[in-house]
């Protein structure tokens, strides 16, 4: 099969590999339907992260069961399903605390810019469509499986309520997701920081009713103008940055929430200043496996479109391309297909 | 009036200084029933806050109202109240987000080890009794304008729930109070991290479950073997340092919960290690004023008891030695009476 390998930094390729296999009862291989290029692939791609030799790459996916283990019993053959990035068995006290990243048989998918993919922990990590979806909902399915449940998670850890005042920090995909998912728990007011004129306006499509394009002091003096002087109730921090963390939290009213879900780089939060914030802090690899029944039933009743953040859609022999057409912020999000 | 003041570390004196007297329409003034030395103030005592000068003390307080000003319509000279160290004008957005002790006109209190005590936003801030209780209540309601309004918000930030699993780092008489706040919140089980006899046998009678006197990995090592090895749903950090911060980090469970109280004394979170533990976080100065009607209930129906955490009672005369013996930890909060 083809497969995405990173060589180094900027070094993408499309490889011939070896078709991947049932390694442990639990395990399920599916055929790919949709994949796409993350966000945090930039990481590596950008050197930030090391890139210890060749790797293969890609988390994000739906497809159809190909095969099943031994031990799968909830999965069949043919049925379309949708994952996530981080396998979960469902029933560990992580997962039954709601916390499925958390797994204590947790593995992080990593090969799945690739026509077949190995999943492990399958039956906890898998949920299928009752029936096959319609192309169109492809896209959006795919979204779920990360981005669109990440931004979820950002607004589920900013504890957003119906009538609050949320601000989302990062105008990535999953910033954008963030602004789905508090317009779809019904803030009020969504505050999108964003400098982009394209990415603005998929924001405002999405149901932000304010953008904000100051950054830093200016940027937090500009959420208190718009917020009765004293911050709004939740930020999301889409990004990762210490910058971008420091932007949320001085975003924040007094007691607000912010929910961290980029991962952090070089983030150290200070204690004394968290302290006299009363600011709530939760981040982390999002739980999507616990979103995933909720999402998928939003996306196939058209309550939310995440799709729509993929605007480059190349074939999976380009998948180079949509590393540097992201990389170079010509592409919000580049959708992959086998 | 006598008065505490400090002059530099170690060095405490009860002087002669002018009485305090009706400086804002807002203001009151009350004749200080009981007072007390808090943990906080052992910070500059020990020389760890910086004492530019002569600086009055004290931030605990319950006593009866001697003159009120003109825009002080709900108290009236005679009444016995309970404050908080943090005043509150009670009807400002961050007071109205239950967050007192950041109201917009906040001020911190500091000058209540003294036979009188202005108190400015008294509207807001004082909480009179329906009748003049007990002495016997005195000591219980005293420790509400603080550490137990603290230890209360520690269980409250750390979402101390039914049936719960709660750690308490740090025995002082906040951590003391948190135990009795995480058994009132129903913790079915309360962990308390207390290597002194004294401490571990008034955390046992607040109904502290276990006891762990380990400390650093050995410590973490020691809640995990005790919580089905993920660690504890809500962790109260009631210290202040980065150890106990870190002691608390790794303490709960993925998901679970910190609340920190002890103000922190240079403690920096690493926004990586947050990120992956999923842990939620949210610290500072107690929201007393949110809290004070009901726990004044707890006291005088004695459903709680937290004026046993005072184990050392003294005229405000010996004032110093209220300092000399807490700081020795030879008292675990000592009880002044003016």
């Not at 850890?157 to 508090?182: F, N, Q, R």
């Not at 304010?210 to 002091?217: A, S």
């Not at 196939?300 to 799709?307: F, K, V, Y």
């Amino acid at each position: 099969m083809r497969g995405t390998v990173i060589h180094g930094p900027g070094d993408i390729r499309l490889e011939t590999l070896d078709d991947p296999k049932i390694l442990h009862p639990t395990d399920a291989v599916i055929r790919t339907a949709l994949t796409c290029v993350c966000g945090s692939d930039l990481w590596p791609y950008r050197g930030v992260d090391t890139v210890a030799g060749p790797s293969p790459m890609g988390h994000e996916y739906v497809g159809f069961v190909e095969e099943v283990g031994s031990e799968v019993t909830g999965l069949r053959p043919g049925q379309f399903v949708v994952g996530s990035f981080a396998t979960s068995d469902n029933t560990c006290p992580n997962c039954r605390n709601g916390f499925t990243s958390n797994c204590l048989h947790r593995e992080f998918m990593s090969t799945c810019q690739a026509d077949y993919v190995r999943i492990p922990n399958a039956q906890g990590t898998l949920v299928a469509t009752e029936e096959v979806p319609g192309e169109e909902y492809w896209p959006g399915l795919l979204a779920v499986s990360d981005v669109m449940g990440t931004g979820w998670w950002a607004a589920d850890a900013a504890e957003v309520k119906p009538g609050s005042t949320a601000v989302v920090v990062g105008d990535g995909a999953v910033g954008l997701c963030g602004v789905i998912a508090a317009k779809a728990m019904g803030a009020e007011r969504i505050i999108a920081m964003s400098r982009h004129e394209s990415r603005q306006r998929l924001a405002r499509e999405f149901g932000a009713t304010d953008l904000v394009t100051e950054r830093g002091e200016e940027g937090v003096a500009r959420i208190r103008q718009l917020t009765d002087g004293i911050g709004a109730d939740s930020v999301l921090e889409c990004v990762g940055t210490a910058e971008a963390m420091q932007q949320a939290l001085r975003s924040a009213r007094p007691g607000g929430n912010v929910g961290f879900v980029g991962v952090p780089h070089g983030v150290a939060v200070d204690g004394q200043e968290l302290f006299f914030s009363h600011v709530g802090l939760r981040g982390g690899p999002a739980p999507v496996r616990r979103y995933l029944p909720d999402l998928i039933d939003h996306v196939l009743t058209r309550r939310i479109d995440p799709g729509k953040v993929f605007d480059l859609t190349l074939p999976l022999e380009q998948v180079a391309e949509g590393y540097r057409a992201m990389d170079e912020r010509r592409a919000v999000k580049a959708l992959l297909k086998p």
